[in-house]
C-alpha cells in the first residue's frame, strides 16, 4: 500500500492500462482498487495540487486514453475513470475540439442508453459517475450529434434514475442530463455558466483580470507554445499568468 501514496501521472495511466510497465497484466480489479486509492490520494489535496496531476496526465496521454476509451464498450470502466476526473482541464476541452474528439458525447450517450436496464442495480457511486460524465461531455459538445433513439431511451429513464437516488450526485446529474436534452430555460443559464467556466481558458486572455478574445488589434489570441492550453491577449499578459499557469503548464503531445 505505501507505493500508492507515490501518485504520479504514470502511475495512475498505469492502472488503465496506458503504459506497458506490467500493471496491465495485474488482475481487473486490483487496477480499479489502485487507481480509485490513488485518485482518492489525489482528491485529498488542495485544488491546485489536483489540477497540476491532472493536467499532466492530460498533456501526456489524452490522446492514448481517449483512443482506449474508444475501445473499451462498458458505460463505466477505467479508462472512464479516469478521463471524466481531466475532463475540467483546458487540455480535455481542447482535444474535444480537435478531429479526434468529435462524437464522444453522443458515444459516450449511446453507451449510457445501451446500459439502462444495468445502472439502476449499480452502487450510486457509480451512476454519479456516469451522469457526472456524460452531463460533462453534453455541456462541452451539446446534445445534436446524439441519436433520436438514444436520446428517447435516456429520457425514459434519466427520471427514474433523478428519484432512485435523490440527495445524491447521481440525482443531481441525472437532472442535469434532463435539462441538457429538453433545453430546460430554467436551467440554462446555469449550463450555460458551467460552459464558460471550462471554456474559458481556451477563449478569454489568461491574463491577470483579462476577459479579452482577441488582440488589441482584433487578431485572434496567442497560444501558449507549451501546453497549447491558456491563451493570451498578449506577450505582456502571458509573462504576468506565468507564475500561475507554469503549475499546470506541460508540453503536450496533441
Known sequence: MGSLWNVSAESLVSWVGVSDDGNRDLPETSRAFNLKSQLGIVQSKPLP???KIYSEVAAKYLPALMDLFRQTPEVISLVSTLVNVISTTPYFIRFLRSPAGEGIAALQAHRVANAVTEIPSMSVDDVGEIGQFLSSLLILQGIQDVSAEDKAILLQHLPS?????????ASETAGRCIALFT????MRPMM???????????DKCGGPGCVRRVQRDGSVLSQCGRCKSAVYCGVAHQKAAWATHKATCFPAVF
Open 49 to 51: 495540487a489536483q489540477m
Open 183 to 186: 433545453d430546460d430555460p430554467g
Open 192 to 202: 450555460d455558466a458551467v460552459r464558460n467556466m471550462l471554456e474559458g481558458k481556451l
Open 161 to 169: 434514475w433523478e428519484r432512485q437516488f435523490r440527495g445524491r450526485l
